[in-house]
């Protein structure tokens, strides 16, 4: 394992793990970067594939969760129920009290609807920032980003370099559909969220998350108010730059 202190090739990466399935990503990257590197669970469909490959194939990779304090209780279950069925340790991490307290205090409870720049400043205290904590002093991170899931992730590659972070992105399943990704649930009784059999294909907060009508788009009910183009809360971003949103004092957006 050799720590990264420049930008990799990431060519040749790509080059390297082009013919490798997701499993044997996860056990590349686990030889590769050991400690240095760790999967972000969202607890989605996909998510928990990627856990479940990760138990099968044995790699010893930390895993890590975002609780904003708004999420859905059915999120809280199949977390629970992931745990007893891996015996793996999920870290989970929580934004800081003090910033969620004073954007509650200054802006309200709802202020992520008055508009996008609102809204991404709640997901930046809730969810940016927690995970900058968590990233920094690794060299990667492995998500479950799939390039159909949205219009800002058409261009994801399997391994690219996050320009916000300075490291390493890692998405097995970027070339994967939603009809594979249920297959393998399906065949290998994954645990899944609740959520998923009621309309719910990709599950956020619970005041930023409705069910979809049939023939929707997969992401039209994540901030349903909002433009396409606006529906990134600020941890994968298409272009690689993260512009912090405007908020009440500059600590809350470092």
């Given amino acids: 394992m050799t720590e990264i202190t420049e930008k990799p090739d990431i060519a040749a990466m ?4 082009a013919k490798l399935s997701a499993e044997q990503m996860l056990t590349w990257a686990a030889e590769r970067f050991g400690q240095r590197v760790a999967f972000a669970s969202s607890l989605g ?25 708004r999420l859905p209780q059915e999120t809280y279950d ?18 800081q009290a003090a910033q969620v307290e004073q954007l509650m205090t200054s802006r309200g409870p709802n202020s992520f609807r008055e508009s996008v720049e609102e809204r991404k400043l709640c ?11 968590r990233l920094a002093g690794l060299d990667a991170w492995i998500t479950g980003l799939r390039r159909e899931q949205a219009a800002t992730r058409t261009l994801l590659a399997r391994v690219e370099w996050d320009t916000a972070n300075g490291l390493l992105k890692i998405n097995p399943l970027a070339d994967w559909s939603a009809e594979e990704v249920w297959t393998y649930i399906r065949g290998n009784d994954v645990p899944y969220n609740a959520l998923h ?8 907060c619970a005041p930023c998350t409705r069910a979809v009508a ?19 809360c600020g941890l994968h971003v298409a272009d690689g730059k993260l512009v912090p949103p405007k908020g009440p004092t500059r600590e809350q957006i470092r």
């Fill in 14 to 17: 790509l080059a390297q793990t």
């Fill in 78 to 95: 199949v977390l629970a129920a992931t745990r007893e069925r891996y015996g793996l340790k999920i870290e989970v991490l929580f934004p």
């Fill in 123 to 133: 997901c930046h205290i809730r969810k940016v920032l927690p995970l900058r904590r």
């Fill in 45 to 69: 469909a996909e998510d928990q594939v990627l856990t479940d490959m990760l138990a099968r194939v044995g790699a010893k990779l930390a895993i890590f969760t975002l609780d904003t304090g």
């Fill in 214 to 232: 049939a023939g929707e788009d997969i992401r039209a009910g994540r901030w349903w108010w909002e433009s396409p183009v606006h529906k990134e």
């Fill in 197 to 204: 059999d009621r309309g719910y294909p990709s599950i956020g």
